[in-house]
């Protein structure tokens, strides 16, 4: 039996020992936070919860509409393609699920509440559900594509590096997906980690290819598969194509400020009459007079409206240049 004295030496120290242990959780957790913030890209984060690699591998490829080997889940392949070329990150069906609930319950209040036709609530309906959601990922996927392109080259050349500082081409790959954020230091990540569980250096490349939608990764692979099948020095080949890329980003910059005052100027032009449009029905709801009630009010504006997309597409067309 303790004693009243022992006891309260033992409640003291059991106290002592509690908080010690408390401080050492809570230093970890922050500790483990604070290197999940300072991982450079969302692969390393993941690997950060010391998950295993193959979880985080297989996960990776399932937030991006992909299946555990990194093929397309949907039988719509373009549609496929486009949702992971985005970069949007989660269940491709809750996203296409949310836009649906939303262009449903614009479609309802304009309907039931404000008094639109049916027939208008349902071009609602579909502009929200479906043009929307595909606007919003081919947006995405440009972005996304523009990043890539700014960030290979850089990428190239660090793998080149260290192939002349003697490292395997699969632990050049690794460097790159340690250091580079995204969107290419996930994607490299993913290819390394293929590599690891048992994909080739050619067939990782492609998938990759495929994933990104990026020209200068299809050039990247055709360069591996024929230094593989041929032969050749492969760091020439990967410093050859960083140039190549490097002076390709240049002239799409050189193009885009070159062509700014045409994009500026078909925003002006298309913008113009829309904005004149809402000014004279805030300023002078009447200055139409009864013209609304004419039914020729409607085909005359459906025409005008298609002749003004029409002059959009040509000006969008005069000012960008494929390259």
């Known amino acids: 039996m303790l004693t009243g004295q022992a006891l309260l030496y033992f409640i003291y120290v059991v106290a002592a020992a509690s908080v010690i242990l408390a401080g050492e959780a809570f230093y970890l957790s922050l500790t483990r936070r604070r290197s999940q913030r300072s991982a450079v890209n ?3 984060r993941r690997l950060a919860d010391d998950t295993p690699a193959e979880q985080t591998l297989q996960s990776l490829l399932r937030e991006r509409g992909l299946t555990d080997s990194g093929d ?3 039988g719509f392949v373009w549609l496929n393609r486009l949702y992971t070329r985005s970069g949007v990150t989660g269940n491709p069906v809750a996203f296409a ?3 649906l609930l939303a262009g449903f319950a614009l479609a309802l209040i304009f309907w039931l509440l404000i008094g639109f036709s049916a027939l208008a609530a349902l071009l609602i309906f579909l502009l929200v559900a479906i043009v929307l959601p595909l606007l919003v990922l081919r947006r995405a996927r440009n972005r996304r594509i523009l990043k890539f392109a700014r960030q290979l080259p850089d990428a190239l050349d660090m793998i080149v590096r260290s192939l002349r500082a003697g490292h395997p081409t699969s632990v050049a790959i690794g460097l790159v997906a340690r250091e580079m954020p995204d969107p290419l230091g996930t994607e490299f990540g993913i290819v390394a980690d293929e590599i690891t569980f048992g994909l080739s250096m050619e067939q990782g490349v492609r998938k990759l290819s495929e994933r990104v939608g990026f020209e200068g990764l299809h050039l990247l692979s055709i360069s591996l598969s024929i230094q593989a099948k041929t032969g050749g020095n ?3 080949i990967l410093a050859n194509l960083s140039s190549v890329l490097r ?4 002239l799409r910059l050189k193009i ?3 062509s700014a005052e045409g994009r500026a100027s078909a925003w002006i032009i298309s913008l113009f009459p829309v904005f004149m449009f809402l000014i004279l029905l805030l300023v002078a709801p009447s200055y139409y007079g009864q013209v609304w009630g004419n039914p020729l009010i409607l085909p005359v504006f459906t025409a005008f409206g298609a002749w003004a997309l029409l002059g959009d597409y040509i000006m969008y067309r005069m000012v ?4």
């Open 42 to 44: 969302h692969r390393l």
């Open 247 to 250: 002076e390709r980003q240049k």
């Open 234 to 236: 492969l760091t020439e």
């Open 320 to 323: 960008t240049f494929d390259f």
């Open 72 to 74: 397309f889940v949907s």
């Open 256 to 258: 885009r400020a070159l």
């Open 97 to 99: 699920v949310s836009f």
